[in-house]
């Protein structure tokens, strides 16, 4: 096996044993790049030099027989709306192209003192408004599973740099499904956990009622990891709850489902969605049953339904008055104008991209007299019947089994233009991320076409190691997936 084929855990245990090093280990990562970041466009930024000096400092502390933490030497990359000092952080948008911050954001360090390499800033839709990571600007990332394709969004660099190799471990958000969705798309797996679990100091907000940091890895294990270097208490972020973690990788333990109740989703019927996506959702739920689970089929019937307008209402009204700092005198961009509000005016229609622009016009008339009554107001309380219809679900069952998506990764530019059709596609995550919930992108192994298939599991609100641990049993049974050396698929025919 190669380096770059390696997990997390594997790749820290390597080095451990110094069967190669840290260094070893980022300089396969770069070569993973080199070869394919010409095609894929997953990262924006690439901090070689950096990481070949902190790997060899890794190294150094290994050779003097101290412990480097431990993700040691494991190279890693973070969603360029993740604060990194020293090191541009666009959100893939005009206005913060040339932004240095002068700090890191705290899963930034954490990470870093696991002993993580950061290798890369991964490529986004701006200010993680999307699920295709489509509208960036340094244009889209392709799905390394299938060049023609979309990786999902808005964390769609980071997912296809963990698909393509680059690094077994990356860093996302995730408001409402953009870790979970970009996963399912690339084949690899995804955790948001539960609102309050990580810290968000340092990531650009955009919906701060909903924004959770969330890692993207090749297999249940690396994702757990991820969580103990991260999901810690921070006083930097008062929403970061201040209790003591469970040790992650402890809920792998998890052998079977024997004594579990899972309920799975049955809101639609088989032809709402993909063929291969329902088959998908059907055979993870006879695999729980399999390993000893009580299933059964469950309809939220406000969730799904009312979660799209739910989300929508509430993100966009977050992100109108969250976006409001970029005025051109605090941050980035900025294009003069004979007024003040002229300069206002002309800083923000030039910098930020249509989809922006287009929410912060819908969030700030949602936050007006008038619409507030009628629109925000209203999805608060529906906010509050969902996260009750959780509750009762999770007082009888352990996990909740859903899509990630109803539809497989589609072709680049397909559905850009057309924001509707974008939004319907988030149906399965929103309700989830409304609950405060934990959920898991899990791989479902692949088409015969090659295309990934997957399923969502949900807990109860600070059940991350529960849903660790069912993931964990599945992905034993499934197997989980590999690196991909990206292609377009009709040529590979
Ligand atoms: N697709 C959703 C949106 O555009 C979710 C984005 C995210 O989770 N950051 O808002």
Redesign the pocket.
Known sequence: MEIYELTAAETARAIKKREFSASDAVKAGFARMAKYEGVVNACITIIEEDALKRASEIDGRISRGEDAGPLAGVPYIAKDNFCTRGVRTTCSSRILENWVPNYNASAINYMNKAGAVLMAKAN??EF????STENSIIGPTKNPRDLNRVPG???GGSAAAVAAGYAPIALG???????R?PAAFCGIQGLKPSYGEVSRYGIVA??SA??QVSPLARSVEDLALAMEAIARPDPNDTTCDAYDRPKFGDALAMRDLKGKNIGVFAGFEAEQMDADLYKALTRAGDMCREAGASVRPIDLPISVKYGVAT??VT?LAD?SSKLGCYDGIRYGTRVDGPTLTDMYVNTRTASFGE?VRR?IILGTCLLTEGFYQNYYGPALKVRTKMAEEFESLFEEYDAYLLPNAPSMPYLLGTKETDPNR??L??VF??PI?LGGLPGISLNMGFTDGGLPLSVQIAGPRYGDSKVLGIASVLERMIGRPAVCSPKKLEEAA
Request: aromatic share 12%; net charge negative; with cysteine.
């Open positions: 986004l839709d993680a408004m999307g699920s969004g808005s964390s958000s995730d408001t409402g499904g953009s870790v969705l955009y919906c909903l924004d989300y929508y993100a992100a989809e929410r974008m939004y596609g988030d995550t929103v991320s």
